[in-house]
């Protein structure tokens, strides 16, 4: 068990049946009254953001985040198949809880799966990936004076914007935690 008092930034608490991750804490003594720990708090199951007051003798127990390296298989429509790469044991995760992490992520990638309680709520795809460009629109001599760009399809099916100068075939790299373009490999 944790008290508000000792909270810190990155800590996960449960706090009335969900898990919340500390994004923001702040101890206040006002000149009148008893002192209170103020915090924004994220739901690390839907995402949302919530700010919340508590006393600092208040206690709530850690929640234990476990995040497991599996290697994505494939999907068969709604359904996503993770790989334990020591156990060789595969795992089947649903449309809903898989969201949109994997749409710059191909087939025998490497990603992190992570749960609470055995419910897996996320997946962390790598940060860096490379693919292949399979459609984009040729480049014009003559746009480059601005650092123009123009939209690509990946082999996974997503899009990205690439400079002029990327074709069709070319293999570029991608952070996935933006989308964005970072350079050329190929």
Sequence with gaps: MISAGDFRNGLTVEIEG?????LEFQHVKPGKGAAFVRTK??????????????????????ARIERKDMEYLYNDGDLYYFMDT???EQTAISKDNVGDALKFVKENVPCKI????????AIEPPLIVELAVTETEPGFKGDT???ATKPAIVE?????????????????EIGTETGEYRKKVK
């Design 18 to 22: 969900n898990v919340y991750q500390i």
């Design 86 to 88: 020591e156990t060789y």
């Design 41 to 62: 708090l994220k739901n690390i199951k839907n995402g949302g953001v919530v700010e919340k007051t508590f006393r600092p003798t208040e206690k709530f127990p850690q």
């Design 156 to 172: 996974t099916g997503a899009q990205v914007l690439v400079p002029l100068f990327v074709e069709i075939g070319d293999v570029i």
């Design 114 to 121: 992570c749960s609470h309680n055995g419910d897996v709520f």
């Design 145 to 147: 004076a601005t650092g």
